[in-house]
Structure formats: structure tokens, C-alpha cells
């Protein structure tokens, strides 16, 4: 087992792995998961992007790294809690990373700033991104060391104060540099691979055979695929039985009793899925649909030929020309931000104009106008970019029927 319990070695760890994502062709993101006495327990690097194609749009270092943690629990092996372990990542953590690892509990060491998508964007560790209830819990558990030198990557600490096991605790200002340079240099080419050949003229899966690829993929992964549609983007309340047994599920499986779908622009029921929370706390239901569905499309693509790419790419279609639909709103917990970081990774720039109401809700947990001033914080990427504007849905009968 590898130890560390020098910040400057840690981050280095970090920056190899985002060299390494930078090399797969995905974001240049690494991270590194320590124990309390600095020992290495999993490194990890972004995974958004595998083969040249979208793989799995939540699959950011830390997350994964969050995800390692409760797997391995589950499997039985014995492990510190997470308020003993330190994430060291190369980039300040997204809203995404950030609710996963609010929930979970860890301490983070983080390089670089990330001034569209980082929750410490405006670099004044107040976590003004935040709801107020979570900045004290960020302030205590986020780290920004000092960085060492002269140039404009120099910075004082901030955040929270090492953890004690940390003899060194600077971070060099080149090695800060690289982590910066790495993520920057694979952004843009990253963000158009996202929706490559994606705002196409879409093709109905619902007028194809039982026994076509596409149909048997979605039926592999959610047996009632294309068994519901409704008008485009206008859920009613034949989806109130899905989303019912889904929750139901949701309940056995460790959860709250949520449940997340995906329509697409048709209005065809494409996936309706419970959470995972007794494997891993941060597997809650949107968490799930939105990673299942992407993972269905690489499953298909990444064995076919161009032509055959871009045909199932006309008929499973980037979701921001469907519609996700949550049997409950978002709020403001740490797995509130989660999603709505989720949501954002999942989108990753604007919306279709012909398509405003992407993000709809059935039961409303908060005030609209608390979620929407939450929503109106957050970093620039989802705040003024996306826009996130989650809704509740127009049905009253849907409504009605999930209580």
C-alpha cells in the first residue's frame, strides 16, 4: 500500500491520473482517495468519455471514487469511516462530486480552481453555491492549500486546514499549473463530443420491431421500455404506475421511496428506475437513469460501425431533446445538489429553446421559489449556462396520483 502524507505528493498522484483521462480522451480529472494515516486506498480519473464515445456522464473522479468506497463496504471490506479519509482531487469539485461527497461524509483536498463548475468558483471558500445549511459542512471538510510560488497560480490557503497526517501541506505552483492545463485542454474537444450528430432529426423508437437492437437494449435494462407515451415533454398520469412501482423499489432497495424516468421526444417511456442506496448512498434514482441510459447507448455504439452509431443515435437522442421526470423536486440536502449537479453534467450546455421544461418534478418538496433561488446559485456552468429551471409537472391527475 502507497503512502502519502505530504499535499504535494498527493496532488501529484491526482495530476497523473488527469494526464491519464486526458490521454483516454475524456475531461483531464484525477483524484486520489487517502486513509487517515495518508495511505493510498484507490486513485481514480474522469470517465465521461471511453473508445471516442459517451460513457457514462456522472462518471467524475470523485464520484467514482465515493462510489469505490461504499462498493467495497458492501462487499465486507473493512474500511476507516468517510469522515477519516481524504478525497486529493487535481479540480475543485462540481456540484455533482460535491453533494456526493457532502452526503458521504469525506474530507477533500482540491489543486486547481474550476471558475464555471467548481462550488468554490469565485475562490473565496465561502460555498456561497451552497444552501446554508451545507456551507459550515464544506467549510470544514474542503481544503484549498497554499500554493507555493509567484505566477498567477499562486494562491493562500483557504478553506479547511489540513488534516493533521499531512506533514506538507503546499501544493507546488507547476504542479497546480499542470492540473489546470490538462482539465483546459480537453474542455472544448470533450463538450463537442457530448453532442456530436446529437441534434439530428430524430427517429421514433417506438415504430421499431420488437427484435431491433435499440428495443432489446432498452427492454435488457427496464422491461416496460416503450410501453407508455404520452404528448412531447407533457408526462399525465399513465406514467403514475411506473413511477409507483419504481419507488416501491426504490423503498426495498435501501431508499427513500423516489423514483426517476426518461422520455424521449416523442414522449416514449425509455426508463423508469429505483435507486440503488444499499449499495452505495449516493445511487439514488436519478443518479441511475441518467448513468443507465448513457451506459445503454455506449453498450450499443461501441461495437458498430459510423453508420450504425449514427443510427442509434437518431433513436436514443442526447436527453436534453427528452424529458427527466422525478417523483419528488430536488432540495436542499446534499443528494438535492447531487442531482441537480448530476442533471448539469448530464446536459452540459444549453437547453433546446423548444425545449424549456427538460427537468420536471411530481411532488414538489419545497416552495418553487426556493428551488428556483436555488437553482439561481449555483455555479455559473448550470446557474447562467444550462439554466436550470426544474418545474413541477403540468398533470394534476399525475399528480394526484403519487400523493
Known sequence: MNKTIDIQAAVAIAAAEALAAKAQGTFGVGGVLLD???????????????DGLVFDPTAHGERQLVDWYFAQAAKGTILPPPQELTIVTSLDPCCMCTGAILAAGFNVVVAAPDGNAGINYDNQASFAALPAA??????????????????????????????????????????????????????????????????????????????????????????????????PHAPDAGLAPF???????????????????????FGNLLLCLPGQQAQSLIRTPFMECTRLYALLRHELMAGADSAQQEEYKRYLGHPKHGTFVLSGAPDASAAGIMTLGAYGSTMEGALPDNNPAQFQYVRSGMPETDLLALCEALPPLYSQLIRIRPRQVADQALIAALG
Open 36 to 50: 487517515g494515516a495518508g495511505n493510498v486506498l484507490q486513485s481514480m480519473h474522469n470517465n465521461v468519455v471511453r
Open 134 to 231: 451545507l456551507r459550515g459542512q464544506a467549510a470544514r471538510s474542503f481544503c484549498y492549500p497554499a500554493v507555493r510560488g509567484d505566477t498567477p497560480y499562486a494562491r493562500a490557503a483557504s478553506g479547511a486546514p489540513p488534516k493533521s497526517f499531512f506533514i506538507g501541506k503546499s501544493i507546488n505552483e507547476a504542479t497546480q499549473a499542470l492540473c489546470t492545463l490538462v482539465f483546459e485542454s480537453m474542455s472544448a474537444q470533450v463538450m463537442q463530443l457530448l453532442h456530436a450528430g446529437d441534434d439530428d432529426v430524430a427517429c421514433d423508437p417506438a415504430t421499431l420491431p420488437g427484435d431491433h437492437a435499440v428495443v432489446r437494449a432498452l427492454r435488457r435494462h427496464f422491461p416496460d421500455a416503450l410501453n407508455y407515451r404520452c404528448a
Open 243 to 265: 413511477l409507483l412501482a419504481a419507488m416501491e423499489q426504490d423503498r426495498r432497495n435501501g431508499g427513500t421511496g423516489e423514483a426517476a424516468a426518461l422520455l424521449d421526444s
